[in-house]
């Protein structure tokens, strides 16, 4: 009896904050809504803090009219706009809100509608051809955002004003039917996990990461893996000054021909374990810029790599590594002797 009083007194109180804080939001709203004088009512919007001026002006027309707020005005607060087209007859999730999140941080809209969706999945009636995501700032980790969502073959992020993302770990993991991934827009500037990122996204033959920038990342651990389809990846823009696990990072990149690690700085990566496993296609691999004194795991770091023909370990250092178990097994073309 005592501890159904003591829940049922919490979501009272529970219940009573919300209130009261929406009651406060409610006055600030009307508050402003008493300046009769734009200028002074942008003035002293200006010298709110974020999080005031988003609940103040998000769901008041009124106010983003007499602050003359347009969309590009807008982008602090509705920075990140994602479109998604999804395949047909396919019927599942396609976005996922994270569990510390509230949903009204997340706008859905299908096709070319204004009306937004109060919802993360697709019905078997829809008829939806196109998804438009917007998500507000309050949103700083993309952590397993579509994380199996296979429904869906093309995601393009239409514009992107933020720079708080610091977590994309597992963003695409599991999107096996992704076959167009559009991050031209993307900000990575305070990323600093991006392990598993495009993790088994076996459709994907085409990546542009030309723009991310990777000078946060620690974590690169099975990024790549499992993208058969890839034949090419230019990665000769990324920073990895502050990574320390690469660990499965291309396993099974199947379809690479060639991979330019020239700009790579592992000084502080301790596993390489699995790192280029079954990449079956690469026929050189030049690793001379190479640091490799804390690595600790190399086992299977080459396994399977049956068209290696070259490979320059002559920087190679392995005084703490632990186990090399089966590093170069399945190397059928490479010559032991040219190993340096």
Known sequence: ??????????????????????????????????????????????????????????????????????????????????????????????????????????????????????????????????????????????????????????????????????????????????????????????VINMSHLFYNCSSLKELNLANFNTNSVTDMSYMFFRCKLLNELDLTNFNTNNVTNMKYMFYECSSLKELNLDNFNTNNVIDMSYMFFRCKLLNGLDLTNFNTNNVTNMYYMFYGCSSLKELNLSNFKTDNVIDMSYMFDGCYSLNKKLIK
């Open 1 to 190: 009896m005592g501890v159904c009083y003591l829940l049922n007194n919490k979501e009272k109180q529970i219940k009573n904050v919300k209130k009261t804080s929406e009651t406060k939001i409610k006055r600030k709203i009307n508050y402003f809504l008493n300046i009769k004088s734009k200028y002074i009512l942008k003035q002293v919007f200006a010298n709110l803090q974020m999080k005031k001026k988003f609940q103040i002006i998000k769901y008041n027309k009124k106010l983003q009219y007499q602050l003359d707020i347009d969309e590009n005005d807008y982008k602090d607060f509705t920075g990140i706009e994602i479109e998604m087209v999804p395949i047909k007859n396919k019927y599942d999730k396609f976005i996922n809100f994270q569990k510390n999140e509230e949903r009204p941080y997340y706008h859905i809209y299908f096709n070319n509608s204004r009306e937004e969706v109060k919802r993360n999945y697709l019905n078997k009636n829809d008829k939806v051809t196109k998804i438009k995501i917007i998500i507000d700032y309050q949103i700083n980790s993309f952590y397993k955002l579509f994380y199996n969502c296979k429904n869906f073959e093309s995601i393009k992020f239409k514009k992107f004003y933020r720079n708080n993302i610091i977590d994309m770990s597992s963003m695409f993991s599991e999107c096996s039917s992704l076959k167009e991934l559009n991050l031209s827009n993307f900000n990575t500037n305070k």
